[in-house]
Nanobody, 118 residues
Framework: QVQLVESGGGLVQPGGSLRLACTAF????????MSWYRQAPGKERELVAT????????NYADSVKGRFTISRDNTKNTVYLQMNSLKPEDTAVYYC???????????WGQGTEVTVSS
């Protein structure tokens, strides 16, 4: 059964850090581009960061550049999002997304909530 299971969300003060993890089950993880999206209350879902299949290329939204780092461990079928210098505007539900190029196959995780507040 295909699953993406996120963890690591929670409540953190402004300026703090969190590391999100997303573990994949039921598909060949190393063949998929992995991304993190987020959706804040009342807003559309937005792309936060992407990492290619082998981890050689990453891309970030301008709003998180220099603060967030996406990485992956293909031996553990897991993608991470290290979030530093968190701001209240980073508050959102964060979703993991897997996409296999040229196949139309893609999967979403269930989301993990991040709240940045004092």
């Amino acid at each position: 059964q295909v699953q993406l299971v996120e963890s690591g969300g929670g409540l953190v003060q402004p300026g703090g850090s969190l590391r999100l993890a997303c573990t994949a089950f039921g598909f060949t993880f190393r063949m998929y581009i992995m991304s993190w999206y987020r959706q804040a209350p009342g807003k559309e879902r937005e792309l936060v960061a992407t990492i290619t299949e082998g981890g050689g290329t990453t891309n970030y939204a301008d709003s998180v550049k220099g603060r967030f780092t996406i990485s992956r461990d293909n031996t553990k079928n897991t993608v991470y999002l290290q979030m530093n210098s968190l701001k209240p505007e980073d508050t959102a539900v964060y979703y993991c997304y897997a996409q296999r190029p040229w196949t139309g196959r893609n999967y979403w995780g269930q989301g993990t909530e991040v709240t940045v507040s004092s």
